[in-house]
């Protein structure tokens, strides 16, 4: 099949792929959630997933997220393979408790007798325009969790062999679907996905040699923007795609900081203790000698959410990852 | 445009009436009897099976011991800690009794006991009480979920797993334990409704035994009684008499029968009393008068069913004897195997998290094994 032939995808059509693949492939997936039945999902990612295989397969829950996971665990402990979708990020407060206190802990509090193969999706992050409760960055309180592991994509390819990754995983995934990429387009073919590759390893989207981007999820694109934007200044930097958040692919990271010698942390949460300065600490502690400057973070500001109107003041944009950029004392070179 | 000005709005307008409401269910039959149910020293003790109401007795017997002998622990240091469920035993042996092993118990932490005498080794109950792990057994092998300490967390556990068994067409029911404190937590309602929507197989056991560590039950809800809570749900509510074991297991063993058939989540709550403090660390001098112990004291779970025995000649000299020894000598083997110290490998730390270790758990994981190493060749040097 040429790629001319084929029609754009979009990254929420990805994941229902994911999910439909799965489910067709695995009889013990099971996916469950709020409105993700004839409804298909507020976003349409388990659209059609509930005629193809029946309500039983996918199911619509009641409305508590705590119970959606809680039951979610059960049917994990009698050898299911759950795909609970959290409606909104803010939303999945509520299963909080089942997720630090069960699906994280599960494993090892059995001496690995009781592994808990759950993939939590989550539609993370802002830029959609959406009210108060609907636009949280809230990898930053999973990331603290020991237990889980962290997806989160960036690109339509990504989605479906993350996901597919996620649900074959014998460990708890926390996903997160970045809301503001839903539509972004590839000409990802579903007739020929791509491979699913084991989690934790990023992805160097675009090479440089001045400076790394680090980043994931809904700040790719602004970082790859950025990169263009750069090049009329004279810097060639290089992005950085972590995919996992955790596990942490300090290997690629590094080696790519070592390379340029400076760094920025790109992402929507909060700056202060948020992923940026778990990152920034990594590579400090493994590059310093390489480093021309201080690791820095963009990141969204310390503030709780903004209504929409304001939001754009508050996410990570082109030129605060330029003046960043500028800022990487760029004077020890000339 | 105002209705008025709607064409056609001169004449008579007549709104369709919404349809006419019905409840969803009739609660009448969810309801709880007014009493809790009992049946020791009723006429409905005359048809027990003789059998049952032994094998009854020779465990609640042996279930106080165990009580006993765990409190003791702690105050040889062997356990941090033991939550005793004295006074409760007909709960916690009833539950372990009703169901088969292709069920499921979904115990509390208080409930080391039904998890011991649905056939779990007491020590390895006890582990997450001496502290050498959280849970001490493969949950697998007795279908026993670990112990759950953070409350009526486990309860949508049960309805989970039990909801998966139904799916793959097993018949299988999950038991799951929890105290009055727990059913004002989010997590026993979001359990009960999900239960009752999906029609899974649990049975919900509360033990209502008067506190939730210092708080009576009068702050901690202003429902009729516990088992109403049920109506809320669209499941039925039992009451039953929790220090009357021939009653706990009647209860409870319809409902396990009821849930099998596919008739549904049942509600049980079970009256019954905290005689010791909440665990060997709490006072419960500072929250109740002696007096209100000594009235549940001659209300005790075994003195109820010995009564009820002797006044039918079931129970001679010998099987007391009998039931006796037996408890001495479970309590002895428990005692022997909790004063050896177990064995620790702190490299275990790292090797459950996940599937595969991180590269940070295994820097972590070296880092600690130098640790070890150096401490080892340290000692070594100094002898």
């Known amino acids: 099949m040429t790629t001319a032939a084929v029609k754009p995808a979009t990254m929420a059509q990805a994941l229902q792929r994911a999910m439909r693949d799965a489910m067709a492939e695995d009889p013990t997936v099971h996916v469950m959630g709020e409105d993700v039945g004839t409804l298909g999902g507020v976003f349409r990612v388990t659209d ?16 508590a997220e705590a119970g959606i996971l809680g039951t979610a665990i059960g049917m994990a402990m009698y050898g299911l393979r759950p795909v609970v979708e959290m409606q909104f ?27 808990l193969p759950i993939t939590v999706r989550i539609p993370y992050g802002g830029g959609i325009g959406g009210v108060e409760h609907h636009s949280d960055a809230s990898e930053a309180y999973y990331m603290a969790t020991p237990g889980l592991h962290i997806l989160t994509p960036a690109t339509v390819e990504d989605a479906y062999g993350m996901l597919r990754a996620a649900i074959a995983s014998d460990d708890p995934v926390v996903f997160l679907e970045p809301k503001r990429l839903y539509w972004s387009k590839s000409t990802w073919s579903p007739e020929a996905p791509a491979a699913v590759e084991p989690v934790g390893r990023a992805a160097v989207r675009r090479p440089g040699r001045s400076a790394t981007l680090i980043t994931y999820g809904p700040s790719l694109p602004v970082c790859l923007e950025a990169a263009e934007a750069a090049t009329a200044e004279g810097w060639d930097l290089e992005v950085v795609d972590l995919r996992s958040l955790v596990p942490f692919d300090d290997e690629t990271v590094c080696a790519s900081v070592r390379r340029t010698g400076r760094a920025v942390v790109v992402h929507e949460s909060n700056g202060f203790g948020g992923p940026g300065g778990e990152i920034a600490a990594r590579v400090t502690e493994r590059c310093f000698h390489h480093l021309e400057a201080p690791v820095l973070r963009v990141a969204g500001l310390d503030i709780p959410y903004p209504p929409p109107m304001l939001e754009k003041h508050h996410l990570p944009g ?14 020890a070179e000339s | 445009m105002t209705v008025q000005e709607l064409p056609g709005a001169a004449a008579a307008y007549r709104p369709t009436p919404p349809p006419a409401w019905q409840p969803r269910t009739d609660p009448a039959p969810l309801l709880p009897d007014p009493e809790p149910l009992r049946v020791l020293g009723t006429d409905a003790a005359a048809s027990a099976d003789s059998g049952l109401l032994l094998r009854l007795y020779a465990q609640l017997v042996r279930g106080r011991r165990y009580n006993t002998q765990a409190t003791a622990l702690t105050k040889q240091g062997r356990l941090a800690v033991y939550p005793s469920s004295t006074g409760q035993e007909a709960c916690e042996i009833a539950a372990a009794m009703v169901l088969e092993e292709r069920d499921w118990l979904f115990p509390s932490y208080r409930d080391t006991l039904a998890a011991v005498a649905r056939g779990l080794d007491p020590v390895e109950a006890l582990t997450l009480l001496r502290g050498d792990w959280h849970t001490g057994y493969d949950p697998r092998e007795h279908r026993i979920a670990p112990l759950c300490t953070p409350l009526a967390t486990q309860l949508p556990h049960a309805v989970g797993l039990a909801h998966a068994a139904r799916l793959r067409g097993d018949d299988v029911v999950a038991l799951a334990m929890v105290g009055d404190g727990g059913t004002s937590e989010g997590d026993f309602h979001e359990a009960l409704n999900f239960a009752a929507v999906w029609q899974a197989p649990v049975v919900f056991l509360v033990q209502n035994n008067g506190f939730a560590i210092s708080v009576p039950l009068a702050k901690q809800t202003a429902a009729p009684s516990l088992a109403h809570k049920a109506v809320g749900y669209g499941m039925p509510g039992r009451l039953v008499d929790g220090n009357d074991a021939a009653a706990v297991h009647q209860v409870l063993g319809e409902a396990v029968e009821r849930a099998r058939r596919g008739g549904g989540p049942t509600l049980v709550e079970a009256v019954t009393y905290r005689v010791d403090a909440h665990t060997n660390a709490d006072d419960a001098t500072r929250y109740r008068v002696e007096q209100e112990v000594e009235v549940w004291r001659a209300h005790d779970p075994i003195m109820l069913l010995e009564r009820e025995l002797t006044a039918r000649g079931l129970l001679d000299e010998e099987s007391r004897r009998a039931a006796t020894e037996e408890a ?5 083997d428990l005692r022997e195997r909790m004063n050896a110290d177990p064995v620790l490998d702190p490299m275990d730390l790292f090797a459950h998290v996940y599937t595969e270790q991180t590269g940070q758990l295994r820097e972590q994981a070296a880092q600690l094994r130098a640790e070890l190493d150096a401490a080892a060749e340290a000692e070594g040097e100094a002898r």
């Open chain 1, 89 to 115: 990020d803010a939303f999945a407060y509520p299963a909080f408790e089942q997720l630090v206190s069960h699906v994280a802990k599960m494993r090892n509090r059995t001496r690995g007798a009781m592994p």
């Open chain 1, 318 to 331: 082109v030129d605060r990852v330029l003046d960043a950029v500028a800022r990487l004392q760029w004077e």
């Open chain 2, 328 to 332: 001495e000598a479970m309590a002895a």
């Open chain 1, 48 to 63: 059609g997933l509930a005629k193809e295989f029946g309500d039983d397969r996918c199911t619509d829950t009641p409305l």
